[in-house]
T-cell receptor, first 113, second 114 residues
Framework: NAGVTQTPKFQVLKTGQSMTLQCAQD?????MSWYRQDPGMGLRLIHY???????DQGEVPNGYNVSRSTTEDFPLRLLSAAPSQTSVYFC????????????FGPGTRLTVT | AQSVTQPDIHITVSEGASLELRCNYS??????LFWYVQSPGQGLQLLLK??????LVQGIKGFEAEFKRSQSSFNLRKPSVHWSDAAEYFC????????????FGQGTTLQVKP
């Protein structure tokens, strides 16, 4: 049982490039989410999904896309990277939307130059 | 709107001393409350949670927290801090029971002096 896995661990992009951050969980969790962590701001919700085929926006969705074609995977796409997207990104999952106890992946540290 | 405030950005305590990290929340209904810990370069690990019932909850690593509705607080405590407790601590509130969204505080960095 690997829990929540994220790839890559580190990434450097140039402004305007696109990329996909991968997130997978093997706990058959219904709920998955993406957060970004910036110094002094805690974690802010980007997008979340309450099940396969269902996604919704969080607090800071601009510049990011998500899809949820399977229960296991929840990739986060940066459409055209900007320096303001330099951050640490965490994926999380939980059994369902009501449980709220979320399990976090190890994070992806992204730098946009 | 829901919000979480951790008034202390940085706290330093001596090893063996007691610890209290403060958390205040704003939420209209009965909240779901959490404390997470993040060691350097790591993801977040759940320390403890409050959903309902006994307002004093016990967590892992010897931590406990007390929910005080009248003060809108959920402070984290530990009677004797160990050097390995040095980390960043986040308080979070369940924003809406139907969506599972969490609102996090800004975090408190704990430094432990030998």
């Amino acid at each position: 049982n690997a829990g929540v896995t994220q790839t890559p661990k580190f990434q450097v992009l140039k402004t305007g490039q696109s990329m996909t951050l991968q997130c997978a969980q093997d706990m058959n969790h219904e709920y998955m989410s993406w957060y970004r962590q910036d110094p002094g701001m805690g974690l802010r919700l980007i997008h979340y999904s309450v099940g396969a085929g269902i996604t919704d926006q969080g607090e800071v969705p601009n510049g990011y896309n998500v899809s949820r074609s399977t229960t296991e995977d929840f990739p986060l796409r940066l459409l055209s990277a900007a320096p303001s997207q330099t951050s640490v990104y965490f994926c999380a999952s939980s059994y369902d939307r009501g449980a709220h106890e979320q399990y976090f992946g190890p994070g992806t540290r992204l730098t946009v130059t | 709107a829901q919000s979480v405030t951790q008034p202390d950005i940085h706290i330093t305590v001596s090893e063996g001393a007691s610890l209290e990290l403060r958390c205040n929340y704003s939420y209209g209904a009965t909240p779901y409350l959490f404390w997470y810990v993040q060691s350097p370069g790591q993801g977040l690990q759940l320390l403890l949670k409050y959903f309902s019932g006994d307002t004093l909850v016990q967590g892992i690593k010897g931590f406990e927290a007390e929910f005080k509705r009248s003060q809108s607080s959920f402070n984290l405590r530990k009677p004797s801090v160990h050097w390995s407790d040095a980390a960043e601590y986040f308080c979070a509130v369940g924003a809406q029971s139907n969506t599972g969204k969490l609102i996090f505080g800004q975090g408190t960095t704990l430094q432990v002096k030998p």
